[in-house]
């Protein structure tokens, strides 16, 4: 029994962080679409989660697709939760960093799942990420001592860019796959795209950081950015919108290496 018990435990694992990667994946590929559109001088709807979601709504099916999404990032969370719990699969799995890691991601992605099945649900046509961004900031700048934690918080969030960018140069990503069972033409694809789709993403999680820094140090709440604005910002630099290209199309080749662990991550 108890073996039986343990493996139906593992196959649930196995299928919340299967699933959880796959919505994962659309999202991020949706974003660096809208990006991309931003950077080509469409001005449609917003390239962050929101959007994504608003232009999936709109295709056949969206609805239920979207709904999809959700129940796939509660997997995702679920599969995090049960890291923080019962630890993480690999060396030095049980590492109490590893599973306070996990537990801050399962965090994040209830809160990312709960706006996802939010919107589903008919309730997610409020204000847009960026304005969210501002509007939390100047709530949090009026508590005691308000502009150095949201300095901190600024500063955690760039730190954690830099992070997931520097771990995907160094690919750190590689001790989690199945290397074993992987060709190795499919091996370099999957390393091209995590490579290259982290330091997008982690570059992007920075950038946001550096904003919200910037409106602490200012006291000006309006200086922090939602990831749309993030995205934006990218054109106003001497490389103009081709750095958004770039920074766009990481996000989607990251997208990419999120279906790609779907398939080949150990769990």
Avoid: N
């Amino acid at each position: 029994m108890g073996g039986e018990a343990a493996r139906e435990g593992g196959t649930a694992r196995e299928v919340a962080a299967r699933c959880g990667l796959v919505a994962r994946g659309v999202l991020y590929v949706l974003v660096g679409v809208l990006a991309l559109r931003v950077a080509f001088g469409d001005q449609g709807p917003e390239a962050d989660r929101k959007g994504a979601l608003q232009e999936l709504m709109d295709k056949p099916l969206g609805g239920v697709l979207v709904w999809a999404i959700g129940i796939g990032l509660v997997c995702m969370m679920l599969w995090r939760l049960s890291e923080a719990v019962f630890g993480v699969a690999g060396p030095d799995g049980d590492k109490a960093s590893k599973r306070l890691a996990s537990a801050a991601r399962a965090v994040f992605y209830a809160v990312v799942a709960f706006s996802v099945l939010s919107f589903a649900a008919g309730s997610g046509g409020g204000r847009s990420g960026d304005e969210q961004s501002r509007d939390v900031t100047a709530k949090a700048m009026e508590l005691p001592g308000g502009p150095w934690w949201v300095g901190a918080v600024g500063a955690a969030i760039a730190v954690g860019g830099v992070v997931i960018a520097v771990r995907a140069a160094l690919r750190t990503f590689r001790k989690h796959l199945a290397l074993d069972r992987m060709p190795e033409g499919v091996r370099k694809a999957v390393e091209f795209l995590g490579v290259t789709g982290g330091v997008a993403r982690g570059t992007v999680f920075a950038a946001a950081g550096a904003f919200v820094v910037y409106a602490a140090v200012r006291y000006d709440p309006a200086q922090a950015k939602g990831v749309d604005d993030t995205l934006r910002s990218f054109t106003q630099t001497p490389a103009g919108p081709w750095l958004l290209v770039l920074i766009a199309a990481g996000l989607i080749l990251f997208g990419l290496f999120s279906w790609a662990m779907a398939g080949w991550r150990r769990v």
